[in-house]
């Protein structure tokens, strides 16, 4: 049995840069192409090892035709991967209600009533691949396993890091580390004042203790900051681990350029599109 059995797929906020779309439809059910961004995170963190999935909704998204059974389709189209059209049958699924849009902090807090031991949290808008699959031979990623596997090792929390261009540091948390450690996780720096190029990339490996540290970390005091204060303590105390996830590509369907640039990518690099979509591709920047 893996170390851990739980992971919360977080997808609690408004989505308010991806409306108007995100006002009828979750801007975690956007597909990468054809695969929606929740059906690659269920897969990923299902490959993990984990047997509960907990997803993060707020009260007026409707996650329900997303995380419902589709195998009767399967007859219409024989080649899909049958994981892609049941993606959450394996596994225990529950959904919990984040009231309030208050940071991540508060979106986990509403998951760990149900949780005991160990747990990841993948941010339900990104998606990182380090294969590029078609669905019809499907391959999850392996971020949440590397996260899964430095915990086996070391024992301490772990976030995943991935390397960005350095006037990008500005939209992330970014770290100072030593060696695995992480000693300072700075808040959106300038790239003057950044500390390195690695920065938090959505993937998170919390232990235990973290529900009591968010009652003490709590939201009303943090605000948004709260899972940076848990992280804090960690790194102040027995220690918070990076995972640099080197080789991954990283989509985010939380905005529109970062979602439209996804599609374009992830569809060069796939085995059935790449060779259809780069000719168009060329043919219709010539036109330019
Ligand atoms: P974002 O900050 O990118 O999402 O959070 P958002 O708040 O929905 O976006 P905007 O600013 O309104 O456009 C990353 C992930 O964390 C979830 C989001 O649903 C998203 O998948 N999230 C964010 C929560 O679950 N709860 C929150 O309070 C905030």
Redesign the pocket.
Known sequence: MAAVQDALL?????????LPT?ASVP??ALPLVDVPALVHLAREAVAAGVQRLHI?S?PRKDMNALLGDHAWLQEKRPDLDPQLLSPFSDVEVHIHI?H?????G??IESALGDIEGPFLVL????ILLDQHSSPQEFTPSNASKKLVENFEKNGLPCVGLLAVQPEEVSNYGVVRKEGEKILEICEKPTQEQAPSNLVLC?RYLFTSDAKNLLRHYDVETYGELQSIALQQHWMKNDGLLGVELTNFQWYDS??PLPWLQAQVDHALRRNDLSTAFRAWLRERLDQD
């Open positions: 977080v997808a609690g906020g408004l989505g308010t840069r991806m995100s801007k975690e993060i707020s984040q309030e849009p208050l940071g991540l508060n979106a941010l339900g808008d990104n959505g939380g905005k």
